[in-house]
């Protein structure tokens, strides 16, 4: 690994991955060399079930700017959702 | 040098040898056809994983002659595709130092018991596998020449250490048994120009054979042609450091 950022979280939810939709037990957030995106260094999350095997993973890289944007809008669409009475349970 | 009236042939497999601990790792093996005797390579891949890059990469090394083995570093974590499997071993923070220098030293053995080496073994890669490779060319002995492409936190600070990477591998440059080559793009943010001032330096503290070259208008990872990275420039050229290198070290 080139940066060695990355933190890992536990998540409850659902992933779409290439077989279809399956249990999401956590989550690897790094910033380091992206597969795909063409950045040197991607902001890169890996939504997995690591009990499923490396294949249970729906993968994303981000640029840091989209990352920044990414983080603000899911923490407004949680307020507006929030006061709404949308969100009855804390999860 | 190729002509072309000369034949030539190569064969390709999956193989598997043990490594650290005994664990059988599998591997791609490209070796040229016929008795040799011929120079030897071990390729440590990089951070993006065992990946379609070092199988084209491990073919390239055999189509210019050498027996040419690159391990799957990754195989603990499991079997999926290449990107899944580097995906997981990232989110672990890497694979230890101790099992990373296990797994190429079984590597070297196994190539030194095939029949048809020279007796000359020498060990590439790049990114975080030239950092394992400058591992293992300074922690066993055995290695003839090795080659190290960008490999960043060859030099690390105090904070950077953990389990997995109990000491910086410069620490162990004093133990270093072969030539070096070093290739580094002066745009690379790991290993920094300035971290690659450090390694030289320590390189001659202790009278090693070293050859560096560091490209103007590149930064890491530009052999890689599959990603914007690339520099053909500095690519071609940093290739034929490569192979003019072990050439002269590995015959």
């Given at each position: 690994m080139c940066t060695m950022i990355v933190e890992k979280i536990r998540v409850d939810g659902s992933g779409k991955g290439t077989e279809g939709w399956f249990t999401l037990e956590g989550a690897n957030i790094s910033y380091d060399h992206p597969f795909n995106a063409p950045f040197e260094h991607a902001l890169n999350i890996d939504f997995v079930n690591e009990s499923m095997g490396p294949s249970a993973r729906v993968a994303v890289e981000l640029s840091a700017d989209a990352a920044r944007e990414l983080v603000k809008t899911i923490l407004a669409v949680l307020d507006e959702a929030e006061a709404g009475g949308h969100i009855r349970d804390s999860h | 040098m190729y002509r072309t009236d000369m034949y030539e042939g190569l064969f390709a497999e999956t193989v598997t040898f043990p490594g650290a601990n005994g664990a059988m790792i599998n591997a791609y093996l490209a070796r040229p056809l016929g008795p040799g005797p011929f120079p030897m390579m071990v390729l440590a891949h990089h951070m993006p994983g065992w990946d379609e890059w070092y199988r084209e990469t491990t073919f390239k090394f055999a189509n210019h002659g050498f027996v040419t083995i690159t391990p799957n570093l990754y195989f603990r974590a499991g079997h999926g595709a290449p990107e899944d499997v580097a995906a997981k071993v990232r989110g672990e923070g890497g694979i230890a130092d101790e099992q990373a220098v296990g797994d190429l030293a079984g590597a070297m053995d196994y190539l030194r018991s095939l029949p048809y080496g020279n007796g000359k073994v020498g060990i590439f890669g790049t990114c975080s596998g030239g950092r394992h490779a400058y591992l293992a060319a300074c922690r066993v002995k055995g290695f003839n020449a090795i080659v190290d492409c960008w490999g960043g936190r060859v030099v690390m600070t105090p904070d950077q250490l953990n389990e997995k990477f109990p000491v910086s591998p410069l620490e162990y440059t004093r133990d270093l048994s072969c030539p070096i080559l070093g290739i580094f793009g002066n745009?690379?943010?790991?290993?920094t120009p300035e971290q690659v001032n450090l390694h030289e330096a320590e390189l001659k503290k202790h009278n090693k054979e070293y050859e560096f070259h560091r490209y103007d208008g590149a930064g890491h990872g530009f052999f890689y042609y599959h990603v914007p990275a690339y520099r053909q420039a500095q690519a071609v050229d940093g290739w034929q450091k490569v192979f003019a290198f072990l050439g002269k070290h590995l015959s």
């Open positions: - | 745009d690379d943010s790991s290993p």
